[in-house]
């Protein structure tokens, strides 16, 4: 009889550390789990835009590639409208950033810098002239399109979009962190801050 209670004894134990053990495995695997799973979730965001700009310009067109076309049959030249919006905002897939399954915390190292997501194009033509036998082709139009959206582009820096975006910086790190709370968990963005109120964002 002592020895039958002994067995159960050692039987009880053994089958109480075996359980703790696979349940314990279970639910750091779970955790594990949770974080890549809210990871992908912050990334999956992308690209989030924060400020939009509005542009209207005029930009003038002249064929100058082909010399001795243009001397023979005459120049191509217009001048084109251009109504343009930029978005400018971060791209979430390069955020850096790392899961501490035991404190439940994703550490946020490193934030990227504000840039043009999309920009959105609309061209009107005015006085459009082409030479007396060298009319506009399609890939002028296509040409032009793309020259005066580069023109749109290569303005924006001239603009406080980038910096304004860069103060709304802050607000997405925080819309992050409203994402990461849901299930639970927090975020330590501390390792952005260069100052106090400032987050340093990746070069």
């Not at 359980?19 to 949770?34: A, Y």
Request: charged share 30%; aromatic share 12%.
């Amino acid at each position: 009889m002592e020895y039958l209670f002994i067995g159960l004894a050692v039987g009880a134990i053994l089958a109480y550390f075996l359980f703790s053990r696979f349940s314990g495995e279970r639910k750091r695997e779970k955790v594990d789990t949770q974080s890549v799973i809210l990871m992908e979730k912050i990334r999956s965001v992308c690209k989030f835009i924060t400020i939009e700009g509005d542009f209207s310009e005029i930009f003038y067109y002249e064929n100058v590639k082909d010399k001795w076309v243009n001397l023979l049959l005459g120049k191509k030249k217009a001048l084109v409208l251009i109504e343009a919006k930029a978005h400018i905002g971060f791209d979430l897939t390069k955020v850096k950033m790392k899961a501490d399954t035991e404190k439940k915390t994703i550490i946020l190292t490193n934030f990227p810098q504000p840039e043009l997501l999309t920009i959105e194009t609309d061209f009107k033509y005015y006085d459009k002239r082409e030479g007396w036998a060298n009319p506009f082709t399609a890939s002028d139009l296509t040409e032009i399109n793309q020259e005066a959206k580069k023109h749109i582009v290569d303005k924006i820096p001239e603009t406080d979009l980038f910096n304004q975006a860069s103060k709304q910086a802050l607000e997405t790190i925080q819309l992050m962190e409203t994402l990461v709370e849901t299930i639970n968990w927090k975020l330590d963005y501390s390792a952005l801050y260069a100052l106090e109120d400032k987050p340093k964002l990746e070069n």
